[in-house]
């Protein structure tokens, strides 16, 4: 209900901030925002700044992910926008709910021959779910409650509100409408008889899966998943922030990228809240079967039959789709689904192999096999690079919800370490709410990509957020690298050098260790963990480990070639 007040547009923004109950606002230090900032300090919101715009709208994203709740971004619009694309496609690509505000001129400063053009969105609304600009400082309120419903109903993404710089300061009397309005109401669910159609497509299968994607996640359709897993004996494989709906337990629940390679065996899939794009094989052959049937459901119509056709559409929420499905299927459980780990054998026998040496050069998969023998359970796992990320793929098991992220769909490098710095900013706050304490953040990401934003690890020691940073440091461009020895025998523009990345934490107040031994690796990771801040561990890897990958699919967790003009056509001639 709207009060009568008087307040500053900033404090009206920080009012309906805490309505929503967002506690926490990435913003780039400046005056371009000042007079909101001065009512969020007045009013108790956390504000961390960023050092680049994009690490502010990533930060966004990750306090998103984690929490549930819009990431409130705030950067100077003229100056920052071409900086915080990056972010911005990132957070719309995965289905994020980020609000990003951004200051700008009054309208009657723009000159004929200036360089900002008469709509100041114009770089912006290609990329995004929803633009606008607040048109009078009395509408405020309006704009701001529009913008955060926008970024987070039906399928999630990035909503811009252009707010002309005075306004911040205006001060607006009369009604305002300061109280929280419902986000998500995304209550739609399918007919009865489309879920009737896809229960008897999954009562007949002989191999059903289920691929559990970000949007099953948005719609916390965990415990429905969970249910119907169990009911049926239907495996999971948890892609992006679906992944640890149903625990990674390699019994039912697994990881889209390592268990892709029995996709191929499915004759039903039930897509929940996964678009099939590349890293899905575009749920074409070879990475599915041509006669597998396909029951997907999303939120977002257009979603279906997006390359190739869908058996049964099933349009609506994930959560109440998927409750409704195992109540039409019952009880009927059937004999436990060991194909899948069959059609893993071969896989799993040659990633075992790899990374046992006690001597010499560290292979990536000892460190991923010692963080998961020391990280805690409920883990929050951020994973960045290219190269690095792909052995992570092969080792990493998630057991809780909203514990993943990285990069993905768009793979920007270097978006971890915002990414981990939002995600660290959430916990924080939902451990304070819940009295708990907060999960850890543990990013870990290749030397290529932390070069982007390593700078941001100023803006994590400044917020006092404690994250642990693991570089896996193969001196240069270890995919590209890789893949110029494989095609071509040649390697050109693409190393770096074995730097002293850890040198850059000790610069901005973290702890840092270079690490060269394997037997090092635990006890640094130990030590790391009961930091009591945020510490940078380089670990120095094998540069010639990548090459492997390049020559043998069974290794390869994230499937795409180099060089070919058509991924589409040559993104997977086989995963094994």
């Known amino acids: 209900m709207a009060r009568l007040n008087s307040l500053t547009g900033g404090q009206v923004m920080s ?4 309505a929503y109950g967002i506690k926490t606002v990435f913003c780039l ?10 009512a969020f300090a007045d009013d108790g919101l956390q504000v961390i700044s960023g050092r680049h715009e994009t690490g502010s709208v990533g930060a966004a994203d990750g306090y998103a992910r984690i929490t549930g709740r819009p990431g409130i971004a705030m950067i100077a619009g003229f100056q920052g926008l071409p900086n915080a694309m990056g972010g911005v496609r990132t957070a719309q690509l995965a289905c994020s709910p980020v609000v990003l505000i951004l200051s700008l001129h009054v309208a009657s400063t723009r000159e004929s021959a200036g360089e900002e053009t008469n709509d100041p969105l114009d770089m912006v609304k290609p ?28 399928r999630p993404g990035v909503a811009v509100l252009g707010v002309p710089q005075s306004f911040e300061s ?13 986000l998500a109401q995304n209550v739609s669910e399918p007919s009865e008889a489309a879920i009737a159609e896809a229960a008897e497509l999954l009562r007949k299968a002989q191999k059903p899966m289920i691929i559990a994607g970000s949007g099953a996640a948005w719609s916390n359709a965990g415990e429905a998943l969970r249910q119907l897993s169990a009911a049926q ?13 149903v625990p990674e337990d390699m019994k039912l629940g697994f990881s889209w990228s390592l268990a892709q390679v029995a996709a191929k065996e499915a004759d039903v899939v039930l897509a929940v809240g996964a678009r099939l794009t590349q890293r899905l094989g575009y749920g074409l052959a070879p990475r599915f079967r041509a006669i597998a049937k396909i029951i997907q459901v999303d939120i977002a119509a257009e979603e ?93 098991r998630v057991r809780t919800p909203r514990s993943y992220l990285d990069h993905y769909p768009l793979g920007s490098m270097g978006i971890g370490t915002p990414l981990a710095l939002g995600a660290a900013a959430g916990e924080r706050e939902l451990a304070a709410e819940n009295g708990r304490a907060a999960r ?32 896996g440091n193969d001196g240069g461009w270890g995919t590209e690298r890789n893949g110029q020895l494989h095609s071509s025998r040649r390697n050109i523009n693409c190393d770096l050098g074995f730097c002293d990345y850890h040198l850059i934490g000790h610069a901005y107040g973290c702890l840092g260790q270079r690490i060269e031994k394997a037997d090092d690796i635990r006890p640094a990771l130990l030590q790391a963990l009961q930091a009591d801040r945020t510490t940078v561990l380089n670990v120095i890897t094998d540069p010639a480990a990548g090459l492997a990958r390049k020559q043998d699919p069974r290794l390869q967790m994230i499937t795409f070639e180099d060089l070919p003009s058509s991924h589409k056509a040559h993104a997977a001639p086989d995963v094994a």
């Open 127 to 154: 990329f995004v779910k929803w633009a606008k600009v607040v048109p009078d400082a009395s509408r405020l309120a309006e704009f701001i409650h529009a913008a955060l419903f926008q970024a987070a109903s039906g």
């Open 304 to 396: 279906f039959a997006r390359n190739r056709p869908v058996d049964v559409a099933l349009h609506g929420d994930a959560k109440h789709t998927v409750a409704k499905l195992g109540k039409a299927l019952g009880q009927g459980k059937r004999a436990h689904p060991a194909w899948v780990l069959e059609a893993m054998k071969a896989r799993l026998e040659r990633i075992d192999g790899l990374g046992r040496e006690t001597s010499g050069p560290i292979h990536p998969y000892r460190l991923g096999r010692e963080l998961m023998d020391v990280l805690p359970e409920d883990v929050i796992f951020v994973g960045d690079g290219a190269d690095i990320l792909n052995w992570m793929l092969g080792v990493t």
């Open 170 to 182: 205006t001060l607006i009397e009369g009604a305002i409408d300061l109280a929280a309005r419902p």
């Open 233 to 245: 004996n239907i495996p999971v494989l948890g892609h992006a922030l679906g992944r640890g709906l």
């Open 15 to 18: 009012r309906i901030f805490q």
């Open 29 to 38: 230090a400046g005056a371009a925002h000042a007079h909101a900032l001065y």
């Open 440 to 471: 850890r953040v543990v990013l870990v990401t290749g030397d290529g990509a932390f070069g982007f934003y390593s700078s941001e690890l100023n803006s994590i020691a400044l917020a006092g957020l404690n994250i642990t940073i693991i570089i």
